[in-house]
């Protein structure tokens, strides 16, 4: 006969009035967390009470029941209820639902512990789903978090999850997905575009909420780019752009959705200030988004006259600069300014800004000669450089019988009268044209041509930069050209300075040369220089003679780094006109040479590895290992499955802060002169990375390819 099973009994329920209650001493709740008790009694005089308290008789010495019970599970909403009371908003005798808990064996500790633990908090989707049920019913986000104490960027967040489409949804209910990429999700309404990318990152080893935000923005405008910075989103979003935007994380504004919107709102408002500017009489006006570095070279700069303050804004200058001085110094020694006084620092340090770059004044006759360039500075502000004169439009030199020149008068604004005149306005910029798209392979090819000619380019100015800080290692330089002309008439030049300072230009530029820390140091160097010395040169020789030794040297070492062309072009291998192998070897060695003497460092010149200035211009073998290099092989092993440009876009997170340099721009270590063999035509062998011959128009052989793919590699650039 089967054995019955015993029925288990639960624990009586009675309302008890409130002033019969006492908190126990075995609750084991002791730290403040989640709603506090004022939420809380507000909530339960909004709805009552939604849970009972779980009490337990209290006993005398003699094991009777004195009529007063002690609470151990339920501690907060005890206290929840005797804040009630204490605001007489609940009477001290009324009844509270409560669960009786008598003649067990079961401690009250245990219950206590029991209660908080076993107690499952409310999944995020469930959080989600009851969230839209009230915003349905016509709750708006700052009702529903009010009656629920969260902060509305909570209730914003949950009910932003709609946008994702319900079959993630189910994936996420089942585990299969963590709320960072659920959230990670959020930032389209695309629901077949977010399906597609967590079909395809399901199948990968990575599967970070970054990479999905990546794959999500591909192709996007990120807010803080100076373009958009200079339309504004108000702009932007009026033209029927649109803009992605995060709830979850610091998004800087978001993403711009539309780049080719942006784009033509950038022109129009670029051409826009081109119009403005034509009514001054300009001969031309050219427009673009940036300008390549140098692109004043070869233009005479109008010198002409800052225009004197007012009354009235010289007094709102000096006072300007009267409360910035007594903010410094009430504030010097505070570890962090409040963020009014940070606010008001930045509105005076803008506004002194605006009187000290306020334009100059030119002769209308030097103005119907020269032009302005109008483009966008880092910070995405209007940048507007005025009076730059082509050689093609100086005035005309006519020699006189008396020996005076005519035209000499174009430098002083004196001359022929000229009409008045429209300007051309033009649409240029730094644009360049895509390279060819490489196939993807597994060869170690050499680094392509135009890329070489951007790294050159981004260690040429940095090294213009070091030589003009370093007046020692500049004159050696100068003087090592003096001898090189001097007694070795017969020799090929062994050297990257041009005495004759004729400044090389750069014919591959790469992104950001001219916002780089080599390029802004020069400029600053220049116009500091440019400053201290006279405006004609028919007191320059006087005022040479007046510098210091110290200060002949800085002026020297800056001029003569204006010569520095350690630039990489490709070799002429048959005689013809452009540079042999054997000079563009020599011209390298020698750029190595004064890196060694300056001390080079294009990391702290601020180069960075990231896909558009190396990882996205090389093959897949390169990017590993840039990344074996810098970050070992457990590092490359984690990105040696992707494709090429989410291979690229991971070497990139992965190699930032390390330091790490491409051959082209490491600082190469002195070594033993070794005997070279004889190329053919008596030229000398290029570096390999160089050589864009090898593997363009010879086969590569496989066991070479598995030889190079073992061999070790420099770990870090000097």
């Known amino acids: 006969m089967a054995q019955a099973v015993q029925k288990i009994v639960l624990s009586p329920s009675r309302d008890i009035p409130f002033n019969k209650l006492v908190l126990s001493q075995a609750n084991v709740r002791r730290v403040k967390a989640g709603v506090s008790i004022e939420e809380l009694a507000a909530d339960i005089a909004h709805r009552t009470l939604l849970q009972s308290l779980n009490v337990r008789p209290m006993l005398d010495g003699d094991g009777a029941e004195t009529g007063m019970f002690e609470v151990p599970a339920g501690g907060r909403r005890y206290r929840a209820l005797e804040l009630l009371v204490k605001q007489k908003r609940l009477d001290k005798t009324a009844p509270v639902p409560c669960v009786v808990r008598q003649g067990s064996d079961i401690s009250a500790a245990e219950d206590s512990l029991a209660e908080n633990v076993q107690r499952a908090g409310l999944h995020p989707l469930d959080q989600f789903r009851a969230f839209l049920t009230f915003r349905e019913q016509g709750q708006d986000e700052e009702a529903i978090a009010a009656r629920f104490f969260v902060p509305v960027s909570v209730v914003k967040q949950r009910l932003r999850l709609a946008s994702v489409s319900p079959k993630l949804h189910d994936v996420y209910a089942e585990d299969g997905m963590t709320l960072e990429q659920l959230m990670a999700f959020t930032l389209t309404n695309d629901h077949a575009r977010q399906e597609q990318i967590w079909e395809g990152l ?37 033209a029927g752009g649109l803009v992605l935007r995060d709830l979850f994380q610091s998004d800087d504004g978001g993403w711009l959705q539309d780049p080719a919107l942006l784009d033509r709102l950038v022109v129009e408002k670029l051409q826009a200030e081109g119009e403005r500017l034509a009514v001054e009489g300009w001969r031309w006006i050219e427009v673009a988004p940036g300008f390549p570095y140098g692109h004043t070279n070869g233009l005479r700069r109008l010198g002409g006259a800052i225009t004197d303050l007012t009354e009235a804004e010289q007094a709102t200058y000096d006072a300007l600069h009267e409360e910035l001085e007594r903010l410094e110094v009430q504030y010097a020694e505070a570890e962090e300014l409040p963020d009014e006084v940070d606010q008001r620092l930045g509105e005076i340090e803008t506004a002194i800004q605006a009187f000290d770059s306020r334009p100059a004044v030119f002769d209308p006759a030097q103005i119907a000669r020269a032009g302005v360039f109008v ?122 300075l041009e005495i004759s300072l004729r400044t090389p230009s750069f014919p591959a530029q ?109 093959t897949k073998p390169r990017i590993l290992e840039a990344v074996r290099e810098a970050k070992g092989e457990r590092s490359a092993q984690l990105i040696d499955h992707l494709k090429k440009g989410d291979m690229a ?27 070279e063999p004889a190329q053919p035509g008596g030229g000398d062998a290029l570096p390999a990375f160089l050589d864009g011959e090898v593997g363009a128009e010879e086969a590569d052989d496989p066991a070479d390819e598995e030889e190079e793919a073992l061999e070790p590699h420099t770990i870090a650039a000097e």
């Open 202 to 238: 399901s199948r990968s080893h990575s599967q970070e909420p970054y990479q999905i935000r990546r794959q999500l923005t591909e192709g996007a405008v990120r807010a803080s780019d100076k373009r958009a910075h200079f339309v504004g989103p108000e702009a932007y979003e009026a």
């Open 375 to 496: 483009s966008i500075d880092t910070e995405g502000a209007l940048c507007i450089e005025r009076g730059y004169v082509r050689p093609e439009d100086e005035a005309p030199v006519i020699d006189e019988p008396d020996g005076e020149s005519a035209g000499s008068g174009s430098v002083d604004g004196e001359g022929p009268e000229v009409g008045v005149q429209r300007a051309v306005i033009t649409l240029g910029g730094d644009a360049v044209a895509p390279e060819p798209a490489e196939e993807e392979d597994e060869t170690l090819r050499p680094l392509p041509d135009r890329l070489m000619m951007e790294l050159a380019a981004h260690r040429t100015l940095a090294l213009r930069d070091a030589l003009g800080n370093d007046p020692a290692t500049a004159f050696a330089a100068v003087l090592h050209s003096f001898v090189l002309a001097t007694f070795y008439r017969l020799s090929s030049s062994g050297s990257c």
């Open 510 to 618: 790469p992104p950001g040369l001219k916002e780089s820390v080599s390029a802004q140091s020069i400029d600053a160097r220049h116009a500091d220089w440019k400053a201290r010395l006279p405006k004609s040169e028919d007191g320059l020789w006087e005022a040479l003679i007046g510098l210091t030794g110290e200060d002949q040297a800085r002026l020297f070492a800056h001029c003569a780094a204006f010569g520095v062309n350690a630039l990489y072009e490709k070799a002429d291998r048959y005689g013809g006109p452009g540079i042999s192998a054997h000079g563009l070897r020599q011209r390298l060695v020698h750029a190595d040479v004064l890196a060694r003497a300056t001390g080079l460092d294009m990391v702290a010149a601020g180069w960075k590895p990231t896909v558009d200035t190396y990882l996205g211009r090389v």
């Open 649 to 675: 876009t991971e070497a990139e997170r992965l190699l930032d802060g390390a330091g790490w340099l491409p051959e082209p721009l490491r600082l190469v270590a002195i070594e033993e002169p070794a005997a």
